[in-house]
């Protein structure tokens, strides 16, 4: 049989996402009551890019599942080192394991191995492209911090190469949130990104900034994020953004006192640390709501209870 796959977040509906932030709600209350769900169960790990809390977030859920995980582990002590497909890899893997969790740099390269595969496969971000489980935890932590309804907030930093603000801007066009974009010029959301979004739909328009200033006042939650070095083709142009956009205390001063401060993490130098203490930033928080959200998201995968849609192509 084959089961779904989570590739994009464009493939999640409103009820898609409601039904997997609900059951991490209850999974969060009462996190001994699936203790054994899944026992037996495995969940394949094939990382080809470095990965802190994606990684061991999936493996902390599949463990509090009862379940566990088998590891690809690094790129150089695998058999990609020899040469093997990505196609071959996630073969011979979901010979081993219940579903896969991929990571690659290769945008496309999470639709291309789902085509391979009849196990649930979870894309735990493909280069610049989607990054959907991180998107259900970014969902869960607005919802619990500011709410989805009559949402307005600004996304900011490196929306180019920022797969997590690809992923977080499409699911948000089912909640008729007012999306501010902040960038440098040459950080802008890739053209096709904005297309889909109006596309999409439900979206009460897209309003792009060069400054944080303009939109800092209306915002409920400012996401932060990182710009992303690795993918810059030319470390210049990297140099040339660099710490262009930092939060401080005095950036903060035109806030409302309820703004909710995310980063899908981690952080360079974005945000300084005085703001950790303060009650507007809710980072810490969100990546520990990586737990609850991925264990909602493989009990509903593994129990085909989601029924998601799409095919998942960028
Ligand atoms: N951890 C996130 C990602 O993998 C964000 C980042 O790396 O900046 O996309």
Redo the contacts with the bound molecule.
Sequence with gaps: MRHDHLITSKQLSRGDIETVLDRAAEIDADPSAVADRHAGALLGLLFFEP?T??KMSFETAMKRLGGDVVDMGSVESSSVKKGETLADTVRVIEGYADALVLRHPKQGSATMASEFVDVPLVNA?DGAGH?PS?TLLDLYTIRENAGLEDLTIGIMGDLKY???VHSLAAALTNFDARQHFISPESLRLPREVVYDLHQQGGTTGVREHESLAEVLPSLDVLYV??I?RERFPDENEYQKVAGEYQIDPETLEAASDDLTIMH???RVDEIAPEIDETDYAAYFEQAHNGVPVRMALLDLLLSDDLGIGGDGDE
């Design positions: 990965s809390r994606t971000g990054h991180q920022g797969r997590t994020t990182r992303q899908p993490l981690p």
